[in-house]
């Protein structure tokens, strides 16, 4: 990675991706992109252009006049937002992923989307999910995430795209808003811990779901990206996870700071079906073994970060960006 195209780089992820690529490899080198005018913070650090991923012309010729060699494509709709606009969902999340390897082929660079827990679905084992196996998920969202994963695999085989990939689990950050994800719960539980020191939880007491902080969601992308292709068998879609946690185990982690913090249940049908269908606990050994993923935060290590950056922010005013 040495000039790299960001895509949907003011989202939850790459809020934080752009910041970390630009100390690694230099602000210039590193032009984020998204569909909305203004870049915010990365217009201040380095380059940013308007991009929206469905325009594959004006796709081709960023990636051209910036001289990529990497593209990191992040532009979707999440999986709550994708099942309200399933057809929309479909357009672009596949779409936009298309004219992204299209563009990655033309200019022979280096290739990275995340996948999801949400490319699991009926009939894939609950705990313990492998790295390879049954994949037949209800929603759009998974649909979409499974035909990506295979999508990748496609320009790699008959291309030669060094396309990489992870299949992230529910990440928690608290830069940037989560964007309309089924995981979203456990981000707003720490802000409403902070704000009011009470919660209302959409998600079923019980319901077990794959977590990750994002400062290790965004190494192991580094990570992966740098590691040496001869040790990938994989490629795309590695299982990676630091937690599996129910919203009871979040709440429990927040009262050893917050004794008093109150989580209560209003179950969403729509998110809490989505949820449902994802497993309780993956299996990340192939990440380990191919390319030494190796996740720094447990649940209470980043319960603490959280409530500490949360505190700052959202007790210096109407700012904050949470
Ligand atoms: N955040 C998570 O918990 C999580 C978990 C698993 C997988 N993922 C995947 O990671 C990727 C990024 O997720 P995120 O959480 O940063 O999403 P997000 O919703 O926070 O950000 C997506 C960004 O894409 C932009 N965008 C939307 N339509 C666009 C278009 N047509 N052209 C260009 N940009 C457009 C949005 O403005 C937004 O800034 C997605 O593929 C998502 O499925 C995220």
Known sequence: MKRILVTGALGQIGSELVTRLRQLYGGEEVLATDIREEGGVHGRTGPYRKLDVSDGEAFLKLAKEHRADTIIHLAALLSATAEARPLFAWQLNMGGLVNALEVAREQ????????????????TPKTGTPQDTLQRPTTMYGVNKVSGE??????????GLDTRGL????????LAPPGGGTTDYAVDMYVQAVRCGKYTSYIREGTFLDMMYMPDAIQAV?????????RLQHRNAFNVTAMSV???????????RMPHFELAYNVDP?????????????????????????????LDRMTDDMLRHLSGKLHTGPKAAI
């Open 246 to 256: 129910d919203p009871e185990r979040i709440a429990a982690s927040i009262r050893r």
């Open 108 to 123: 022979a660079c280096q290739f990275f989307t995340p996948s999801s827990i949400g490319a699991f679905g009926v009939g």
């Open 222 to 230: 580094i990570d992966l990206m740098e590691a040496d292709a001869s």
């Open 167 to 174: 299949r992230f689990p529910g990440l928690i950050s608290h």
């Open 270 to 298: 729509v998110r809490q079906s989505i949820a449902d269908g994802w497993p309780d606990s993956i299996d990340a050994s192939a990440a380990k073994q191919e390319w030494g993923f190796h996740p720094q935060y447990d």
């Open 150 to 159: 295979l999508l990748c695999d496609y320009y790699f085989y008959k291309f």
